[in-house]
C-alpha cells in the first residue's frame, strides 16, 4: 500500500524558516517524480514544488521560486521541501504527492501538514 | 501560465441527479493532459480522471470525463451520497502545473 507521510508544519513567524519531510513507503521512491501541493484555509489547490526521481531536475512557479527548496533521499526514500523567507500567504497544509508518469499527474496523496505563519 | 476556470462554483443537487461539471483553460491543454480530483472535507484529493476521460483506478463507472483544447467537462451519471465534495481541474501539460478554483457539489 502506497503510504506518503508528511511532516515537519508548525506555526513559524513571518520571515522565517521551516523544513517539511515526507516519508514514502509501499512503492520504489526512487523511480517516481514528487511534489508538494499545498492548500490555504478554505481555499483551492496550488502546485508547490516538483523533482526529478533522480533529484536531478527541479520546478517552481513563481510565487516561491528563490525561497523554497525541494530535495529528495532516495537512499531513505524521503522527499523534503526547505521554506525560506515566509510570508503570510505560505500559511496552508502543504501535501507531499507522488507523480505518475513522471509528468506532473498526481496519483497518490499524504494528508497533509499544516504550516500557519504568523507575524 | 494556464488558468483554469471551473463552473458552476456550487451546484445544489439531490442523489440521483447526473451533474456536468465544467473546467475551461485559457490556452489549448497540450495533449489532453487534463485531471478531476474529488476532495472531502478533512481530506487529501484524489485522483478520478486522467487524460482527460481515463477513469484512475477503483474509480466508479459512473464518473466520466471528456473534452479537448480548451473545454473540458466532468459528468456524475447518478449521485451517490458520497459523491457531494468539491471537484478540482488540473492541467498537467506545462509547467507552471495549474488548478481550477473548485467546484462544490452539495446536497440540496
Known amino acids: 500500500e502506497v503510504q506518503l507521510v508528511e511532516s515537519g508544519g508548525n506555526l513559524v513567524q513571518f520571515g522565517g524558516s521551516l523544513r517539511l519531510s515526507c516519508a514514502a513507503s509501499?512503492?520504489?521512491?526512487?523511480?517516481?517524480?514528487m511534489s508538494w501541493v499545498r492548500q490555504a484555509p478554505g481555499k483551492g489547490l496550488e502546485w508547490v514544488s516538483s523533482?526529478?526521481?533522480?533529484?536531478?531536475?527541479?520546478y517552481y512557479p513563481d510565487s516561491v521560486r528563490g525561497r523554497f527548496t525541494v530535495s529528495r533521499d532516495n537512499s531513505k526514500s524521503t522527499l523534503y521541501l526547505q521554506m525560506n523567507s515566509l510570508r503570510a500567504e505560505d500559511t496552508a497544509v502543504y501535501y507531499c504527492?507522488?507523480?505518475?508518469?513522471?509528468?506532473?499527474?498526481?496519483?497518490?496523496w499524504g494528508q497533509g501538514t499544516l504550516v500557519t505563519v504568523s507575524s | 501560465e494556464i488558468v483554469l476556470t471551473q463552473s458552476p462554483g456550487t451546484l445544489s443537487l439531490s442523489p440521483g441527479e447526473g451533474p456536468t461539471l465544467s473546467c475551461r483553460a485559457s490556452q489549448s491543454v497540450s495533449s489532453s493532459k487534463l485531471a478531476w480530483y474529488q476532495q472531502k472535507p478533512g481530506q487529501a484529493p484524489r485522483l478520478l480522471i486522467f487524460?482527460?476521460?481515463s477513469r484512475a483506478t477503483g474509480i466508479p463507472d459512473r464518473f466520466s470525463g471528456s473534452g479537448s483544447g480548451t473545454d473540458f467537462t466532468l459528468t456524475i451519471s447518478r449521485l451517490e451520497p458520497e459523491d457531494f465534495a468539491v471537484y478540482y481541474c488540473?492541467?498537467?501539460?506545462?509547467?507552471?502545473?495549474?488548478f481550477g478554483q473548485g467546484t462544490k457539489l452539495e446536497i440540496k
Open positions: 487524460g482527460a476521460s
Open positions: 523533482i526529478s526521481y533522480t533529484g536531478a531536475k527541479t
Open positions: 504527492v507522488r507523480e505518475v508518469y513522471n509528468n506532473g499527474l498526481f496519483d497518490y
Open positions: 509501499g512503492f520504489t521512491f526512487s523511480t517516481f517524480a
Open positions: 488540473q492541467q498537467y501539460g506545462s509547467t507552471p502545473l495549474t
